[in-house]
């Protein structure tokens, strides 16, 4: 499978370096498993699991690779799977509250663009799309609202002006995913290293909407509950499917309840420019204090960043821990 089908890019490559050195190789994350993971490579797909040392780095379950993340892979020279041992800095981050914890989880990462998908049924719920959009906005990729259904009868004026009131500026698209009306208007969003991710209700149509788009099924779908109109869960799990045309496309279970997570320790905001510079030190669990390679000291010396700075950041952290 070519890199570029993948989403792989000049940068990527850049920072995979510090793995190729170690004689890694790269892999896109396309399923996750209860025990394992499935990941693309430019071979074909592998089953992989995480190793103990990546595991043991992690603060929270949303650290560990999820769909869509780009990972370093080491073969298992037996018949076995491969191993996870490195995650590349994600560009985007699609979490939620976890439903009835107080934790974060990861939907989907690396995505570019959200598809929000609503049905102009019994779905058609104002409150739970500015959810998503806070979401979706909240990830770092572009949201455009997909208004599925638009076959049935409905004020098609009045819901665009009811929708442009919660969500001014962001691009609104009526389609039929069923009856194909509209969809090609959607083509323009795909592009070869982009990756796409629909988010929405159960039964608002995205596994027919990914199906159309690979040209075959690989998503079961159901028909629409007669109380409310409401579809039926039929997606049970996050994946990642390459598209012929061009483009990655990642489906999503429906969800009713949703809620944007929001990080319990605010301090963390004040120190994004050290976890970028972080990103490039030799190890990935550097405390930026006396370990070799450090990016972040380095900056430090070259005068690109506050030593009291990088203090209240190292005394934050022991305060957390």
Same mark, same amino acid.
């Given at each position: 499978m070519p890199a570029a089908a993948l989403g792989w890019t000049e940068r990527r490559q850049e920072e995979f370096a510090k793995y190729s050195s170690r004689g890694l190789l790269p892999g896109r994350v396309v399923a996750e498993h209860r025990t394992h993971y499935q990941v693309a490579t430019s071979d074909g797909e592998v089953a992989a699991e995480v190793t103990g040392a990546l595991r043991n780095l992690a603060m929270q379950r949303s650290d560990l690779p999820g769909v869509g993340d780009f990972v370093a892979l080491r073969s298992n020279s037996v018949d076995g799977p491969a191993s996870i041992e490195g995650v590349l800095t994600r560009t985007s981050a699609l979490i939620r509250k976890a439903s009835g914890e107080k934790r974060p989880q990861l939907l989907a990462s690396n995505v570019d663009v959200a598809f929000i998908v609503m049905g102009l049924d019994g779905d058609f719920n104002l409150a739970r799309l500015q959810r998503f959009l806070e979401l979706v906005?909240?990830?770092? $990729?572009? /949201? #455009?609202? !997909?208004?599925?259904?638009?076959? #049935?009868? @409905?004020?098609?004026?009045?819901?665009?002006?009811?929708?442009?009131?919660?969500? /001014?500026?962001? /691009?609104? %698209? *009526?389609?039929?995913? @069923?009856?194909?009306? $509209?969809?090609?208007?959607?083509?323009?969003? *795909? %592009?070869?290293? @982009?990756?796409?991710?629909?988010v929405g209700s159960s039964g608002v149509g995205k596994s027919t909407l990914i199906n159309r788009w690979l040209g075959h099924t690989v998503q079961l779908t159901q028909t629409v509950r007669s109380h409310g109109d409401r579809g039926r869960h039929t997606t049970t799990h996050r994946q990642l499917f390459i598209r012929p045309d061009g483009g990655s496309i990642i489906d999503t279970p429906g969800v009713r309840g949703l809620e944007a997570w929001i990080s319990a320790d605010p301090v963390e905001a004040g120190f994004d420019d050290i976890d970028t510079l972080?990103?490039?030190c030799r190890f990935r669990n550097c405390r930026h204090e006396n370990e070799p390679g450090c990016a972040v000291r380095?900056? !430090?010396? @070259?005068?690109?960043l506050d030593a009291a700075h990088l203090a209240g950041f190292v005394k934050s952290r022991a305060g957390r821990h």
């Amino acid at each position: 499978m070519p890199a570029a089908a993948l989403g792989w890019t000049e940068r990527r490559q850049e920072e995979f370096a510090k793995y190729s050195s170690r004689g890694l190789l790269p892999g896109r994350v396309v399923a996750e498993h209860r025990t394992h993971y499935q990941v693309a490579t430019s071979d074909g797909e592998v089953a992989a699991e995480v190793t103990g040392a990546l595991r043991n780095l992690a603060m929270q379950r949303s650290d560990l690779p999820g769909v869509g993340d780009f990972v370093a892979l080491r073969s298992n020279s037996v018949d076995g799977p491969a191993s996870i041992e490195g995650v590349l800095t994600r560009t985007s981050a699609l979490i939620r509250k976890a439903s009835g914890e107080k934790r974060p989880q990861l939907l989907a990462s690396n995505v570019d663009v959200a598809f929000i998908v609503m049905g102009l049924d019994g779905d058609f719920n104002l409150a739970r799309l500015q959810r998503f959009l806070e979401l979706v906005q909240g990830s770092g $990729a572009t /949201p #455009v609202i !997909v208004a599925n259904k638009s076959d #049935v009868s @409905r004020d098609i004026p009045e819901v665009t002006q009811q929708i442009s009131s919660v969500a /001014p500026g962001v /691009p609104l %698209h *009526f389609i039929s995913a @069923r009856g194909g009306a $509209a969809i090609a208007d959607l083509e323009p969003y *795909f %592009h070869p290293d @982009r990756t796409i991710v629909l988010v929405g209700s159960s039964g608002v149509g995205k596994s027919t909407l990914i199906n159309r788009w690979l040209g075959h099924t690989v998503q079961l779908t159901q028909t629409v509950r007669s109380h409310g109109d409401r579809g039926r869960h039929t997606t049970t799990h996050r994946q990642l499917f390459i598209r012929p045309d061009g483009g990655s496309i990642i489906d999503t279970p429906g969800v009713r309840g949703l809620e944007a997570w929001i990080s319990a320790d605010p301090v963390e905001a004040g120190f994004d420019d050290i976890d970028t510079l972080a990103t490039q030190c030799r190890f990935r669990n550097c405390r930026h204090e006396n370990e070799p390679g450090c990016a972040v000291r380095a900056a !430090v010396k @070259r005068g690109e960043l506050d030593a009291a700075h990088l203090a209240g950041f190292v005394k934050s952290r022991a305060g957390r821990h």
